[in-house]
C-alpha cells in the first residue's frame, strides 16, 4: 500500500505542562483509593470518578504551598482530560470517540496507526507507537478489561469493547513481525433501513417487498441468509430488516462478539465464551442454537453462521422456527456451496427452509473511498437432479446503479397468497402500502432508530389508520 497517496488523518493528542503531568502521575497513583472509596471494586462510573478527580484536583491545587492560578472552567477541562487519560486508550482514544471511524489499525511499531474513515476511506494518521511494549501495553489493557487473556499460549485476542466496538489483537507467535491490534467500531446512532435507502445499498422497491415477506402477514415469516465479503455492510443490512420484524416476536440472537443492534423490545442476545485459564467453560454457537430452542423462540438470528451450529439452525428453521443469518460468502450458488460442505454439513433437503439469500457487495472506487449495494435477492425454489434451483428476483445493475426487479413470479408471495387467501394483486397492493410508509419517512427525515420502529410499529397496531394520516399530510 503506497501511503503517500492516502489522505492524512491527524490526532490532536494531549498537551500537559509539567506540572500537570506531576499531577496527572499523582492521580494515577491515588486511582486505587479513588476507586476503593466507591465501594465498587474499581468498577467505578465516569460521573463518579470525574467528581472524584475534580476533589482532588481541587485540594492539591489549593494547597497554599502551590502558586496555582485556577478557574472552575481550567478544573473543569483538566478533570475531563485526566478522566479520558486514565479510563480511556491512551494515544488511540480520540480515536475511539470519533462516530465517524469504522476501524482503527495498528500494525507495529514506527508505523502508523491507519484508520477507515465513514467517508473518506482509508486514511493514515499521525499516531505512531515507538515501540512494541506501548503497543503490548495497550493491547493488555484492553484484554484485562474485557477478562480474556493474550500470551504466548494465546497469541490471538478477540473479543468486544464495553462500548460494543469488536477488537482483535495479535502478538508473536502469531504475528512474528510483532503486536497488531484492530478495532472495528460501531455507529452510536445505527444505520436504519431509510438511511440504506438514501444512500442505495436498498431500493425502495426491494425494501417494501422484503418488509412484507419478513412479516409474512402473520402466517409466513421468510427466513434469509445475508452473505457478502468482510465489510460489506451484512451486519448493518440485518440490524436493519430487523425493524420489520413484527413487534408480537420473541427474538433470540446469537453471536461470537455481540455486534447486532436489533431495533425490538422482546429479545434475548447470547454470546459465545472461549474455554477459560483451566480450559474450561467454553459456549459454542451450537450450544446457543441448541439452548435457544429451549427458550421459545418466534426468531433465532445468528450473527455468523460458520460450522456445526447451520445444522441445528436449520433444523429449527424446518420445524417451523424463523430466522436470519449472515455468511462470507462472494454469490448465492457459492452460501449454497459452502452451506452444504464440510464444515457445515447441511443436508440439502434442509435448505429449502430458506426463502431468500441476499448478496450484498462493498465496491471500491478508485478515490480509495466504498459503497454498499444489495448486488442480488436469490430465492430457493426447490431441487431439481440433486441441484438446489435459485430464482433470482432483485439484482443490482451496475453502469444504472439501481436495484432492478427482475422477477416474474415469487415462490414466498405464492406461500403468503395461498395460506392468507389473498391473491397476489393484493398482496402487491400492500408491499404499495409499506412503500408509502417508508418513502414518507425519507421525505420527512425519520431516520432514528426509534423514530422508524415508532412508524412501523403504528402500521403493525392499525395499518389503515397510519396509512391515511400519511396520504392526508402529503
Known amino acids: 500500500m503506497n501511503t503517500e497517496i492516502l489522505p492524512q488523518y491527524d490526532v490532536i493528542t494531549q498537551n500537559y ?15 486505587v483509593d479513588l476507586a476503593i472509596s466507591t465501594g465498587n471494586n474499581y468498577h467505578v462510573s465516569e460521573e463518579k470518578l470525574l467528581n ?36 480511556g486508550y ?42 512494541e511494549t506501548e503497543i503490548r501495553n495497550l493491547i493488555d489493557t484492553i484484554a484485562r478489561q474485557i477478562n480474556r487473556r493474550i500470551d504466548q499460549e494465546t497469541p490471538i485476542l478477540d473479543g468486544r469493547l464495553i462500548d460494543g466496538s469488536r477488537i482483535n ?61 468482510t465489510s460489506s455492510g451484512k451486519t448493518t443490512t440485518l440490524n436493519a430488516l430487523s425493524a420489520f420484524i413484527n ?56 450473527g455468523e453462521v460458520r460450522a456445526k451450529e447451520a445444522i441445528t439452525l436449520f433444523t429449527a428453521l424446518n420445524t417451523g422456527h424463523s430466522g436470519f443469518g449472515t455468511l462470507h460468502s462472494n454469490s448465492a450458488r457459492e452460501t449454497i456451496t459452502r452451506l452444504t460442505n464440510n464444515p457445515m454439513s447441511v443436508p440439502q433437503i434442509m435448505i429449502q427452509a430458506i426463502d431468500f ?8 472506487t478508485p478515490s480509495g473511498t466504498s459503497y454498499r449495494r444489495i448486488s442480488e435477492v436469490a430465492e430457493i425454489v426447490g431441487i431439481e437432479e440433486g441441484t438446489i434451483q435459485l430464482n433470482k428476483i432483485f439484482k443490482w ?17 405464492q406461500q403468503i397468497s395461498s395460506l392468507t387467501g389473498k391473491n397476489i394483486t393484493e398482496l402487491k397492493n400492500e408491499i ?43
Not at 439469500?357 to 471500491?364: A, E, G, S, V
Not at 445493475?397 to 408471495?413: A, M, Q, R, Y
Request: with cysteine; charged share 25%.
Open 17 to 31: 505542562t509539567f506540572e500537570e503531568k506531576v499531577l496527572l502521575g499523582e492521580i494515577r497513583e491515588n486511582l
Open 52 to 87: 472524584d478527580i475534580k476533589n482532588f484536583l481541587l485540594l492539591r491545587l489549593n494547597d497554599e504551598n502551590q502558586n496555582y492560578d485556577i478557574s472552575n472552567e481550567y478544573l473543569d477541562n483538566l478533570s475531563h482530560k485526566f478522566l479520558r487519560d486514565i479510563i
Open 90 to 131: 491512551g494515544k488511540i482514544d480520540p480515536l475511539i470517540q470519533d462516530d465517524e471511524l469504522e476501524e482503527i489499525m495498528i500494525i507495529g511499531t514506527d508505523k502508523p496507526t491507519f484508520v477507515y474513515h465513514r467517508k473518506h476511506g482509508m486514511m493514515k494518521t499521525n499516531l505512531t507507537f515507538n515501540n
Open 169 to 229: 489483537a495479535t502478538i508473536p507467535p502469531a504475528s512474528p513481525d510483532g503486536p497488531s491490534l484492530t478495532i472495528r467500531k460501531f455507529k452510536k446512532d445505527p444505520l436504519t433501513i431509510i438511511d440504506l435507502i438514501n444512500s442505495k445499498t436498498i431500493s425502495l422497491d426491494l425494501a417494501g417487498f422484503l418488509w412484507l415477506c419478513i412479516d409474512g402477514l402473520g402466517v409466513k415469516s421468510a427466513n434469509a441468509i445475508i452473505s457478502g465479503g
Open 247 to 302: 413487534p408480537n416476536e420473541r427474538i433470540i440472537t446469537i453471536e461470537d462478539t455481540l455486534e447486532l443492534q436489533i431495533p425490538h423490545e422482546h429479545i434475548i442476545r447470547m454470546e459465545t465464551r472461549p474455554t477459560n485459564i483451566e480450559g474450561k467453560g467454553e459456549l459454542t454457537m451450537n450450544d446457543l442454537v441448541k439452548n435457544a430452542l429451549r427458550q421459545r423462540p418466534d426468531r433465532i438470528i445468528v
Open 357 to 364: 439469500i441476499i448478496m450484498q457487495k462493498r465496491i471500491y
Open 397 to 413: 445493475n451496475p453502469e444504472k446503479d439501481i436495484i432492478e426487479n427482475i422477477s416474474i413470479t415469487s415462490k414466498t408471495l
Open 432 to 474: 404499495e402500502n409499506r412503500k408509502i410508509i417508508l418513502k414518507h419517512m425519507i421525505n420527512q427525515n425519520i431516520r432514528s432508530v426509534q423514530d422508524v420502529n415508532t412508524i412501523i410499529e403504528l402500521y403493525y397496531k392499525n395499518p389503515q389508520q397510519t396509512l391515511n394520516r400519511i396520504i392526508l399530510n402529503r
